[in-house]
């Protein structure tokens, strides 16, 4: 039987992260939101793409968490936008009653599922969901590490770092003066063990990425993840 997956909040990230399973067909897709018309309009969009695409998930949009039922995983992403000059922990006392709201709503029709939390502040919903769900504590989890994993990976392949190989027997800060904007990496590449100094060649001046983003026109703390 096909998975079912319910993406609550039909905003930015809702409508990728939905767009995201339909297309790599993980299962069908149901697009939930307070705002009337916004998750039908997307979902059905969405689903018109899918003769082109090739892609045979189905997608539909609902105000009604009656639609959700027998979810498989439930993707909370509805929340408040981070707007500039606001920090995460700015968002926590709204945001959480709209996390409570939601779960609470869900896990009726959908007591089997396995949680991901995207809001912000994230630790927090996911503590909030948990105690709204009563679910365990390994069917709720939170998309945490990714998106600065992502921006990491992606600058390292910028001119905004430079990275520079380390002799194994050097100590790795020799090659430049270790500052704030340094960072000793470690990893692994094609089975070869290496490590690399780090350094910001442009850094933005917040030092954020997200208030970076908002900058750039953004309404949420990234466009697409």
């Known amino acids: 039987m096909r998975k079912k997956i319910t993406v609550i909040g039909a905003g930015h990230v809702g409508e990728h992260v939905a767009m995201g399973c339909a297309m790599k067909q993980l299962g069908d897709v149901v697009l939930i939101d307070i705002l009337e018309g916004i998750p039908q309009g997307k979902s059905l969009d969405l689903f018109e793409a ?6 045979d998930s189905n997608t539909v949009g609902s105000n009604d968490y009656a639609d959700t039922a027998n979810s498989d995983i439930v993707v909370m992403t509805a929340g408040l936008a981070r707007k500039p000059g606001m920090s995460r922990d700015d968002l926590q006392a709204k945001n959480a009653g709209i996390v409570k ?3 609470e709503q869900v896990v009726k029709t959908s007591p089997n599922a396995i ?19 009563g679910l365990p504590k390994e069917r709720v989890v939170g998309m945490a590490g990714i998106l600065d994993t992502a921006r990491f990976r992606a600058f390292i392949g910028m001119d905004r770092l430079s990275a520079f190989p380390d002799d194994p027997m050097d100590d790795p800060f020799n090659h430049a003066p270790f500052d704030a904007t340094g960072l000793d990496v470690v990893g692994e590449v094609t089975g070869l ?3 690399a100094y780090v350094t910001f ?11 970076e983003l908002l900058g750039l026109g953004a309404s949420h703390w990234s466009f697409y993840l």
Not at 50 to 55: A, K, R, T
Not at 115 to 133: E, F, I, T, W
Not at 201 to 211: A, L, R
């Open 115 to 133: 949680l991901v939390l995207v809001s912000n502040p994230l630790d927090v919903m996911c503590y909030v969901a948990k105690q709204v769900s």
């Open 193 to 195: 063990t290496w490590s």
């Open 101 to 103: 709201s939601c779960i």
């Open 201 to 211: 060649e442009d850094p933005p001046t917040s030092g954020n990425y997200s208030f």
């Open 50 to 55: 899918s003769p082109v695409e090739g892609f």
